[in-house]
């Protein structure tokens, strides 16, 4: 008997369970969505006004906030390179012409 009962052990399958205390996986957001996004993000004004309410309101899903986020630090990036640019080459310019 024990055989059997041995046999059957090892043809069932065993059952998976979510374990708990683990969050809920977030739906992924929607191709129609991220087309309206970059639809948003090439308006301007407009596109840096929703890049702060994904990236900081709680509405947002979790991945649309992440995004959100890494494009500030890039349009912050590229504000600080654009001063240096200019106080650069302002001061270059001033240099060369100041004296006429």
């Known amino acids: 008997m024990d055989t059997n009962n ?4 090892q043809n069932q399958q065993p059952i998976y369970t979510q374990p708990v205390g683990q969050p809920e996986v977030e739906t ?3 191709v ?16 840096i006004i929703m ?10 899903p ?3 906030s992440n ?7 890039w349009v912050l990036i590229g504000v600080v390179f654009t001063i240096i640019f200019y ?6 310019l001033l240099a060369q012409y100041g004296g006429y």
């Open 6 to 9: 041995m046999n059957q052990n």
């Open 28 to 30: 992924p957001v929607s």
């Open 32 to 47: 129609g969505d991220w087309v309206l996004t970059i639809l948003l993000m090439c308006i301007p004004c407009v596109n």
């Open 51 to 60: 890049l702060f309410v994904w990236a900081f309101g709680s509405s947002a």
């Open 62 to 64: 979790k991945s649309k």
């Open 67 to 73: 995004w959100a986020k890494a494009q500030l630090i």
């Open 87 to 92: 106080v650069v080459f302002g001061a270059a």
